[in-house]
């Protein structure tokens, strides 16, 4: 059976790289989160004190500057891990994980000399099928013809909710209407700029999860993979 390009897209929040992890490990597909090179490289701008505006310096650095994903070992995934991330030769798996990365991110995603950098990459990583890649703009820029995608949302209140769980099981003391906060502003850069910005794709299923939790709607995703699959033989 032919192997399927699955495109998951949504806000901050909405679930995706949990899902999308458990949708690939369920069909054996390769995962890929794209919101993690992003996230690199804003680490690399941050960590050389460059200005989050600065559109050709950080194409440069975009076009110097080498991210890989490869996928966790089991203990690591065990633990939570869904893709290491690898900025250059360092590894960068968890210094990603920080609310001043991910606005520094969405800065530079707002650039579209860097989001054309990154989306090659993109391409290059998931050419050839069998693979779940998550973002904002996998089923409209990225991979404009997967045969699945999906659009994934859940309410502003529970994906922020959602974020602050993780934020306190790391033992980070943001208040709840901080992390709200950041999550509404992100939300209005990424849906709001003029390049790529997130919006559902005419084609993609809309699978809203506030009431769901990730194993219930990583089944279903499945369910609809399945079918497609058929489809497309
Ligand atoms: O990748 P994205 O920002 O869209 O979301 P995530 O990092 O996959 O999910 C954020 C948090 O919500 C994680 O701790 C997930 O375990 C949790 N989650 C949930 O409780 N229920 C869901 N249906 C989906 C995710
Ligand atoms: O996990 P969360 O949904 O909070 O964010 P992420 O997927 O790690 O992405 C971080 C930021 O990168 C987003 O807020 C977007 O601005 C940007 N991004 C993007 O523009 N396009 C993508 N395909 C993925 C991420």
Known sequence: ?????????????????????????????????????YRALALKALDCGMALDGESALATLARETHIELKPPSPEQAAAGVKNRVFLDVREVTSEIRTERVAEAAS???????????????????????????????????????????????????????????????????????????????????????????????????LVDNSAMDAEETARLIVLLAREREKEIV
């Open 107 to 205: 800065r530079i995603a707002a650039i579209a000399a860097v989001r054309q950098v990154l989306v090659a990459e993109q391409q290059r990583a998931g050419a050839g099928g069998g693979v779940v890649m998550e973002g904002r703009d996998i089923g409209t820029v990225v991979f404009p013809r997967a045969e699945l995608k999906i659009f994934l949302e859940a309410s502003p209140e529970i994906r922020a909710e959602r974020r602050w769980k993780e934020h306190q099981e790391k033992g980070e003391s943001f208040t709840l209407a901080q992390v709200v906060e950041e999550v509404r502003e992100r939300d209005r850069r990424d849906r709001e700029r003029q390049v790529s910005p997130l919006v559902r794709a005419a084609d993609a299923v």
């Open 1 to 37: 059976m032919r192997k399927l390009t699955i495109a998951i897209d949504g806000p901050a929040g909405s679930g995706k790289s949990t899902v999308a992890r458990q949708v690939a490990g369920l069909l054996g597909y390769l995962y890929l989160d794209s919101g993690a090179m």
